[in-house]
């Protein structure tokens, strides 16, 4: 009888394992990359601002978890997650079927279009056939790297690519490109806005095509933490509920950037 028992007792330890062991998430560190204003930048005293930034600090209160951010170049911002740098990246990475291949997304927290910024004299002829032979700057990795590969450097235009998108600006600012294909949020408020803008503007079409351009950013995690991403997307739409993602945007856009 006290063998059945024992045996019993040991069922009963070992079905309690699992449950013992699930991850609270208490504490998450956040990987960003730092250069991509108003999403993510630095203040003049080394601090971390941003869109981005606020919203990880809104859905990390949401969850009671407390956060830390890990700045991270962006083109090896998915590999240094799985490497466990980080545990998520909250910094404007786009939903997409072939980074989907690589890591798990929450739900999207917002959803901007893209378009190129180039002189604003009306002399470019921002289509495919027009940019043959001209230079677009893009950050590397980027969706807009692959779609202006996609669109632009198969008819002819020459794709450049970058390792943050302030350095697409500077060098579209001196003439060393023609265009920069971006956000056009980043390129609004990251370029246009600015002294460095002047003279230029956005030419062409708004591109969205899902396809290329995703469904939006969401928060990214590895595969094996699904656990983490469901509790993101619910802390995304308990944010939105409550009112604290409208006064997080309200601080940064006069538009809803959640988008469509």
């Known amino acids: 009888m006290k063998k059945v028992a024992l045996v019993a007792a040991l069922m009963m330890s070992t079905l309690a394992v699992p449950a013992a062991m699930a991850k609270e998430w208490k504490q998450i560190r956040i990987g960003l990359e ?10 003049p005293d080394g601090k971390l601002a941003g869109f981005d930034i606020d919203i990880a600090n809104a859905l990390c209160a949401q969850m009671k978890a407390k956060c830390t951010f890990v700045e991270q170049d962006w083109d090896g911002i998915i590999p240094a997650l799985n ?4 545990d998520a990246v909250i910094s404007s990475m786009t939903i997409t079927d072939e980074r989907k291949q690589s890591v798990e997304f929450s739900t999207k927290y917002y959803n901007t279009p893209s378009r190129l910024v180039a002189k604003a004299d009306g002399k470019l002829n921002a289509t495919p056939a027009g940019m043959k032979g001209k230079k677009i700057g893009v950050l590397r990795a980027s969706i807009q790297e692959t779609y202006a590969n996609d669109l632009f450097g198969k008819a002819g235009a020459t794709v450049v690519p970058y ?24 390129g609004n408020e990251g370029f246009l806005k600015t002294p460095s803008g002047k003279g230029f ?46 006064k997080t945007q309200d601080k940064y856009f006069d538009f809803d950037v959640y988008g469509k």
Not at 163 to 181: C, H, I, M, P, Y
């Open 83 to 86: 490497a466990r740098k980080f």
């Open 163 to 186: 390792g943050s998108q302030n350095e697409a600006f500077l060098d579209l600012a001196s003439g060393r490109v023609d265009a920069t294909l971006v956000d056009v949020v980043v």
């Open 201 to 246: 503007g956005f030419v062409g079409a708004v591109l969205d095509d899902p396809k290329y351009l995703g469904q939006g950013a969401g928060v990214a995690v590895r595969k094996s933490d699904a656990d983490l991403r469901d509790q993101f997307s619910a802390a995304i739409k308990a944010i939105r509920a409550n009112g604290v993602y409208k």
């Open 34 to 43: 730092a250069a991509y204003p108003p999403f993510s930048s630095k203040t």
